[in-house]
């Protein structure tokens, strides 16, 4: 028997309970028993005997990939136990000063590589790292007015290629000055591949470059990189504190040679010292800034979701802001997603959560339909300007004591989403779906055989949402346009759900399970024929008020921009609690009303809580 096989057997017989442990990082629970499990209910008898077989066959097929999903996530929890490295307490700075690796052979990087011009709006520059003069591509700002936040970005791979330059285009569309740097031994450049080891001083080299350029804003610095890239981010983000934060995209957290599976590595491999070098998983509670580690949902073996988790947790441990973030898609093709998102994670440490706009700026129409990509789009009305009092009067049934009536004036005309953020939305933009109420959700018997792509999003925090916003406000189809998209504050939810009334919902002083949905209602003859759902449903499925908005009541909560105040509804200033406004499927009437106010902590994350979002003008 092979020795690693041998190895795995052995594991998953001797160490079942802190495998099982691991698991319920990953997966479900329910989805572990040492008794034999019950099978799925047959189909029921009768009608369409072809149209039962196809069902039944579909229900087959959907059990054998969710059993080859777990036995993936099995695996990599083994590979884990087997072979993640020791983790030091040791500072990882502090470590590497004291080491010198060996390296068993000096050469190139192992990568094909040929010779490349610029691209369009790249500047080929040289920077020094230490004996070395090695060149980089910057995306040089036109106006040097002014100090940008920047993003050194590293590439996968052993070698640079326009592909790689290209794909970081989202970064510049969002307003950040961009510079890819070759490192030691690639594309014909001098010195000696030592794989995640010398290459981390290229990267505070190049780091110490970006900050002294007149058009970068040092203090505002970020580190990014994709695979091997994505591990010399974490190292990198782990030696220095030059960086506002960092992020990887399926990097690998392990050792080098076991991830890789190369026949022969640069270094010493018999010395277990240059393994743990290389491991950003071995020195986790390093982190000099907050980190989001992005790995797919496809990826396979122990650089995947179990490592990523693992790091993540250590971190937290130590009190670190280190998270891990599944993203759907493969090696590859889940980039794109996870650069988005690792962009609204950069904003939120930049100097403005948005970007300034200099351009023109499109007046809001009365309809209109933003383009999120892959043919999802997200529809708005028009709400004008004016002065309004939101608040309930002091005889309107489940007032409460936050709700004194108060004059609120809007200057300028926004956009309010027709209908709350449905799943297919997020899911398009930011590359997972957070929703219980999904396919693989912890409440996936409520919808099963349900599509839920037109289902609002839910167990979503405020930084969620936010993050959804940041994102599509950097889409050419907003941003071209000289508008932003936000979450809505008090006033304007309010405002835009009464649509003109004054009375405690905008379809009168009463609201029923046939105009919303809602967990009950009082009286019964309004409600034949319209029973309590217990879940969210699709979007758009009650009537909508006059301003042709859909689900202000029910369905599920929504987050507003605001903090918490019990006396003022007119601030957005930083605080511990938001607001959440409309009730939701498991609500009452009475904490459905338009003047209802809910505090929550904004990392909390419910089945019962989504948002819609605004679109305004940059100025």
Known sequence: ??????????????????????????????????????????????????????????????????????????????????????????????????????????????????????????????????????????????????????????????????????????????????????????????????????????????????????????SHVFVAGHSNGGTLALLAAQASRRFRAAASFDSSLYKPEFVTRRKSMPFDTSDPRESQQR???????????????????????????????????????????????????????????AMMQCIAFFLKYSPEEFPPWSGEVEPLPEFLELDLGGGVDLKAARIEPGRFTIGSPHWEAGRQADETPCEVAISEPYGMGIFEVTQAQFRQVMGMSPSGFSRKGDHRDAVMGSNTNDFPVENVSFEDAMDFCRVVSTLPAVRNRGWMVDLPTEAEWESACRAGTKTAFHCGESLSMTQANISDDTDSDRTAGAPCLGRPTRVGSYPPNAWKLHDMHGNVAEWCKDTYDADDRRTTRAGARRVVRGGSWSSGPGECRSARRQPDDPDRRVIVTGFRVVIRSRR
């Open 1 to 218: 028997m092979p020795a690693r096989a041998k190895s795995r057997r052995m594991w998953t017989r001797a160490a079942s309970p802190a495998v099982l442990a691991l698991a319920a990082m990953t997966l479900p629970m329910q989805h572990f028993s040492t008794g034999a499990q019950e099978a799925p209910p047959p189909p029921a008898r009768g009608g369409n005997g072809n149209g039962e077989l196809e069902e039944l066959r579909e229900e087959v097929r959907r059990l054998k990939a969710e059993l080859e999903e777990y036995r993936i996530r099995m695996s990599s929890i083994v590979d884990h136990i087997v072979f993640a490295p020791e983790t030091e307490t040791e500072d990882y700075a502090r470590a590497r000063s004291r080491f010198r690796t060996h390296l068993v052979h000096e050469g190139p990087a192992p990568q094909e590589w040929s010779h490349l011009e610029p691209a369009d709006g790249a500047t080929v520059v040289e920077y020094p790292s230490g004996e070395l003069r090695l060149k980089a591509w910057v995306n040089r700002p036109a106006d040097d007015d002014r100090r940008y936040p920047a993003v050194l970005y590293l590439h996968g791979g052993f070698a640079f290629d326009l592909g790689e330059w290209n794909a970081t285009k989202p970064f510049t569309d969002a307003g950040f000055v961009m510079m890819a740097p070759m490192l030691r031994a690639e594309n014909g450049q001098p010195g000696a591949w030592s794989y995640f080891h010398d290459e981390v001083d290229d990267v505070l080299a190049a780091a110490e470059y970006l900050c002294r350029q007149p058009y970068v804003d040092a």
């Open 279 to 337: 491991s950003p998983m071995a020195y986790a509670g390093s982190f000099k800034c907050p980190v989001r580690i992005f790995h797919a949902s496809e990826s396979r073996g122990a650089s995947s979701s179990v490592a990523s988790l693992r790091t993540a947790v250590l971190a937290k441990r130590r009190g670190m802001d280190v998270e891990a973030v599944e993203v759907e898609g493969d090696h590859n093709t889940h980039v794109p997603k």
